[in-house]
Protein backbone atom coordinates (compact mmCIF):
# COMPACT_ATOMS: atom_id res chain seq x y z
CA UNK A 1 0.00 0.00 0.00
CA UNK A 2 1.73 2.73 -1.27
CA UNK A 3 1.49 6.23 0.93
CA UNK A 4 0.20 9.73 -0.84
CA UNK A 5 0.66 13.44 1.07
CA UNK A 6 -1.18 16.19 -0.78
CA UNK A 7 0.34 19.79 -0.46
CA UNK A 8 -2.80 22.39 -0.62
CA UNK A 9 -2.74 26.37 -0.73
CA UNK A 10 -6.41 26.42 -1.14
CA UNK A 11 -9.47 24.91 -2.32
CA UNK A 12 -8.21 21.79 -3.02
CA UNK A 13 -10.42 20.73 -5.70
CA UNK A 14 -7.77 19.06 -7.50
CA UNK A 15 -7.15 17.07 -4.28
CA UNK A 16 -10.78 16.17 -3.98
CA UNK A 17 -10.82 14.00 -7.12
CA UNK A 18 -7.78 12.37 -6.48
CA UNK A 19 -8.99 11.43 -3.17
CA UNK A 20 -12.14 10.47 -4.28
CA UNK A 21 -11.04 8.54 -7.40
CA UNK A 22 -8.98 6.67 -5.14
CA UNK A 23 -11.44 5.17 -2.63
CA UNK A 24 -13.79 4.57 -5.40
CA UNK A 25 -11.41 2.24 -7.78
CA UNK A 26 -9.56 1.26 -4.32
CA UNK A 27 -6.05 1.88 -5.57
CA UNK A 28 -3.37 0.21 -4.06
CA UNK A 29 -2.56 3.51 -1.96
CA UNK A 30 -3.42 5.94 0.75
CA UNK A 31 -3.38 9.45 1.07
CA UNK A 32 -2.02 9.86 4.62
CA UNK A 33 -1.99 13.64 4.72
CA UNK A 34 -3.11 16.88 3.20
CA UNK A 35 -0.75 19.09 4.29
CA UNK A 36 -1.62 23.22 3.43
CA UNK A 37 0.94 26.27 3.71
CA UNK A 38 -2.13 28.43 4.64
CA UNK A 39 -4.52 27.76 7.96
CA UNK A 40 -7.94 29.01 6.13
CA UNK A 41 -7.62 26.76 2.97
CA UNK A 42 -11.05 25.21 2.32
CA UNK A 43 -9.75 22.03 0.89
CA UNK A 44 -8.69 20.98 4.59
CA UNK A 45 -12.14 20.66 5.81
CA UNK A 46 -12.80 18.70 2.88
CA UNK A 47 -9.79 16.09 3.70
CA UNK A 48 -10.52 16.16 8.14
CA UNK A 49 -14.52 15.25 7.11
CA UNK A 50 -13.01 12.50 5.01
CA UNK A 51 -10.78 10.89 7.93
CA UNK A 52 -7.87 12.37 6.40
CA UNK A 53 -5.27 13.97 8.89
CA UNK A 54 -4.62 17.31 7.89
CA UNK A 55 -1.64 19.21 8.98
CA UNK A 56 -0.41 23.17 8.04
CA UNK A 57 3.02 24.55 7.59
CA UNK A 58 2.61 28.35 6.91
CA UNK A 59 5.13 30.28 5.48
CA UNK A 60 4.62 33.34 7.01
CA UNK A 61 5.92 31.58 10.02
CA UNK A 62 9.37 31.20 8.93
CA UNK A 63 12.28 34.06 8.17
CA UNK A 64 13.63 32.42 5.03
CA UNK A 65 12.35 30.41 1.93
CA UNK A 66 15.16 27.65 3.27
CA UNK A 67 13.73 27.72 6.52
CA UNK A 68 10.08 27.16 5.56
CA UNK A 69 11.77 24.27 3.07
CA UNK A 70 12.92 22.41 5.76
CA UNK A 71 10.08 23.20 8.38
CA UNK A 72 7.72 21.74 5.34
CA UNK A 73 9.74 18.36 4.68
CA UNK A 74 10.12 17.43 8.15
CA UNK A 75 5.99 17.93 8.51
CA UNK A 76 5.76 16.27 5.38
CA UNK A 77 8.33 13.01 6.23
CA UNK A 78 6.96 12.10 9.92
CA UNK A 79 3.40 10.79 7.32
CA UNK A 80 6.72 8.84 5.17
CA UNK A 81 4.83 9.37 1.87
CA UNK A 82 5.73 7.02 -1.18
CA UNK A 83 4.41 10.64 -3.72
CA UNK A 84 4.00 13.80 -2.60
CA UNK A 85 1.50 15.67 -4.60
CA UNK A 86 1.32 19.47 -5.11
CA UNK A 87 -2.53 19.93 -6.25
CA UNK A 88 -2.81 24.12 -6.12
CA UNK A 89 0.15 24.67 -3.99
CA UNK A 90 1.10 28.09 -4.47
CA UNK A 91 4.50 28.21 -3.20
CA UNK A 92 7.83 28.31 -4.66
CA UNK A 93 10.07 25.42 -3.82
CA UNK A 94 13.98 25.24 -3.25
CA UNK A 95 16.36 23.32 -4.87
CA UNK A 96 16.88 21.67 -2.08
CA UNK A 97 13.32 20.78 -1.13
CA UNK A 98 12.49 19.54 -4.31
CA UNK A 99 16.35 17.06 -4.77
CA UNK A 100 14.62 15.76 -1.82
CA UNK A 101 11.88 13.90 -3.01
CA UNK A 102 12.65 13.96 -6.74
CA UNK A 103 11.31 11.36 -8.95
CA UNK A 104 8.49 11.21 -6.08
CA UNK A 105 6.53 15.01 -6.49
CA UNK A 106 4.19 15.21 -8.99
CA UNK A 107 2.74 18.79 -9.89
CA UNK A 108 -0.52 19.90 -12.51
CA UNK A 109 -0.27 23.60 -13.78
CA UNK A 110 -2.98 24.65 -15.80
CA UNK A 111 -1.61 25.16 -18.90
CA UNK A 112 0.32 22.81 -21.92
CA UNK A 113 3.75 23.44 -20.30
CA UNK A 114 6.46 24.59 -21.28
CA UNK A 115 4.00 27.37 -22.13
CA UNK A 116 3.21 29.87 -19.49
CA UNK A 117 4.96 28.59 -16.48
CA UNK A 118 3.84 30.94 -12.89
CA UNK A 119 1.02 32.94 -12.69
CA UNK A 120 -2.03 34.21 -14.36
CA UNK A 121 -1.68 31.47 -17.01
CA UNK A 122 -5.09 31.92 -18.55
CA UNK A 123 -5.37 35.22 -19.23
CA UNK A 124 -1.52 34.69 -21.31
CA UNK A 125 -2.87 32.17 -23.26
CA UNK A 126 -5.97 34.56 -24.00
CA UNK A 127 -3.61 37.34 -24.97
CA UNK A 128 -1.51 35.17 -27.39
CA UNK A 129 -3.92 34.45 -29.23
CA UNK A 130 -3.80 30.75 -28.37
CA UNK A 131 -6.42 28.16 -30.18
CA UNK A 132 -5.62 25.32 -27.34
CA UNK A 133 -5.00 25.11 -24.06
CA UNK A 134 -5.06 22.40 -21.18
CA UNK A 135 -2.99 21.28 -18.36
CA UNK A 136 0.01 19.65 -17.39
CA UNK A 137 0.76 17.05 -14.70
CA UNK A 138 4.58 16.66 -14.81
CA UNK A 139 8.02 15.25 -12.40
CA UNK A 140 8.57 18.51 -10.42
CA UNK A 141 12.05 19.50 -11.14
CA UNK A 142 13.85 22.97 -9.46
CA UNK A 143 12.58 24.90 -11.94
CA UNK A 144 9.55 26.46 -11.79
CA UNK A 145 6.60 24.28 -13.28
CA UNK A 146 8.89 22.27 -15.54
CA UNK A 147 9.63 19.18 -15.58
CA UNK A 148 9.30 15.20 -17.70
CA UNK A 149 5.51 15.15 -18.30
CA UNK A 150 3.47 12.59 -17.65
CA UNK A 151 -0.34 13.58 -18.55
CA UNK A 152 -1.37 16.65 -20.66
CA UNK A 153 -5.16 17.81 -21.46
CA UNK A 154 -5.92 19.59 -24.63
CA UNK A 155 -9.55 22.09 -25.16
CA UNK A 156 -10.30 24.60 -27.30
CA UNK A 157 -9.62 28.17 -26.24
CA UNK A 158 -12.46 29.63 -27.82
CA UNK A 159 -12.89 33.35 -29.02
CA UNK A 160 -15.28 34.68 -26.66
CA UNK A 161 -13.50 33.07 -23.45
CA UNK A 162 -12.89 34.98 -20.73
CA UNK A 163 -9.99 33.71 -18.32
CA UNK A 164 -12.83 32.48 -15.99
CA UNK A 165 -14.80 30.32 -18.64
CA UNK A 166 -11.63 29.06 -19.29
CA UNK A 167 -9.79 28.10 -16.07
CA UNK A 168 -13.06 25.95 -15.96
CA UNK A 169 -13.05 24.62 -19.20
CA UNK A 170 -9.39 23.16 -18.17
CA UNK A 171 -10.19 22.80 -14.27
CA UNK A 172 -12.82 19.86 -15.67
CA UNK A 173 -9.83 18.19 -17.06
CA UNK A 174 -7.00 18.52 -14.50
CA UNK A 175 -9.76 15.97 -12.02
CA UNK A 176 -9.74 13.61 -14.80
CA UNK A 177 -6.10 13.64 -15.43
CA UNK A 178 -4.11 14.55 -12.31
CA UNK A 179 -5.90 11.11 -10.51
CA UNK A 180 -5.15 9.17 -13.66
CA UNK A 181 -1.37 9.93 -13.10
CA UNK A 182 -1.31 9.57 -9.51
CA UNK A 183 -2.86 5.96 -10.12
CA UNK A 184 -0.35 5.24 -12.55
CA UNK A 185 2.86 6.56 -10.47
CA UNK A 186 1.40 4.56 -7.71
CA UNK A 187 0.74 1.37 -9.57
CA UNK A 188 4.06 1.76 -10.77
CA UNK A 189 3.59 2.07 -14.61
CA UNK A 190 5.49 4.96 -15.07
CA UNK A 191 9.26 5.40 -16.22
CA UNK A 192 11.43 8.51 -16.58
CA UNK A 193 13.66 7.86 -19.67
CA UNK A 194 16.10 10.87 -20.97
CA UNK A 195 13.75 13.43 -19.33
CA UNK A 196 10.55 11.74 -20.76
CA UNK A 197 8.16 9.72 -19.15
CA UNK A 198 6.85 6.73 -20.49
CA UNK A 199 3.54 4.57 -19.23
CA UNK A 200 4.99 1.09 -19.15
CA UNK A 201 1.62 -0.31 -20.51
CA UNK A 202 1.88 2.36 -23.73
CA UNK A 203 -1.31 4.01 -22.70
CA UNK A 204 -2.45 7.43 -23.84
CA UNK A 205 -0.91 10.32 -21.98
CA UNK A 206 -2.87 13.05 -23.86
CA UNK A 207 -6.50 13.51 -23.24
CA UNK A 208 -7.83 15.42 -26.03
CA UNK A 209 -11.17 17.29 -25.16
CA UNK A 210 -11.53 19.14 -28.21
CA UNK A 211 -15.64 18.77 -28.88
CA UNK A 212 -17.38 19.66 -26.03
CA UNK A 213 -16.53 20.11 -22.50
CA UNK A 214 -16.57 16.57 -21.42
CA UNK A 215 -15.52 14.67 -24.92
CA UNK A 216 -12.94 12.45 -25.52
CA UNK A 217 -12.47 13.56 -29.20
C1 LIG B 1 -5.45 24.40 -10.37
O1 LIG B 1 -5.98 24.96 -11.53
C2 LIG B 1 -3.98 24.07 -10.57
O2 LIG B 1 -3.69 23.62 -11.87
C3 LIG B 1 -3.33 25.40 -10.30
O3 LIG B 1 -4.03 25.90 -9.20
C4 LIG B 1 -5.38 25.43 -9.24
C5 LIG B 1 -5.70 24.82 -7.90
O4 LIG B 1 -7.07 24.46 -7.82
N1 LIG B 1 -1.93 25.23 -10.01
C6 LIG B 1 -0.98 26.09 -10.42
O5 LIG B 1 -1.22 27.12 -11.01
C7 LIG B 1 0.43 25.67 -10.07
N2 LIG B 1 1.40 26.50 -10.74
P1 LIG B 1 -7.56 23.46 -6.69
O6 LIG B 1 -7.03 24.00 -5.36
O7 LIG B 1 -9.06 23.53 -6.76
O8 LIG B 1 -7.01 22.10 -7.00
Not at 70 to 97: K, N, Q, S
Not at 98 to 106: H, W
Not at 132 to 147: C, I, M, Q, S, Y
Not at 170 to 175: D, G, Q, S
Amino acid sequence: MKSIVILISGRGSNMEAIVQRCAAEAWPARVAAVISNRADAAGLQFAQSHGIETAVAAHKAYASREDFDAALAEVIDAFAPDLVVLAGFMRILGPAFVRRFEGRMLNIHPSLLPAFPGLHTHQRAIEAGCKLAGATVHFVTPELDHGPIVLQSVVPLLADDDAAALAARVLATEHRIYPQAVRWFVEGLLRIERGVVRHVGGESQLLACLHGEGGTG
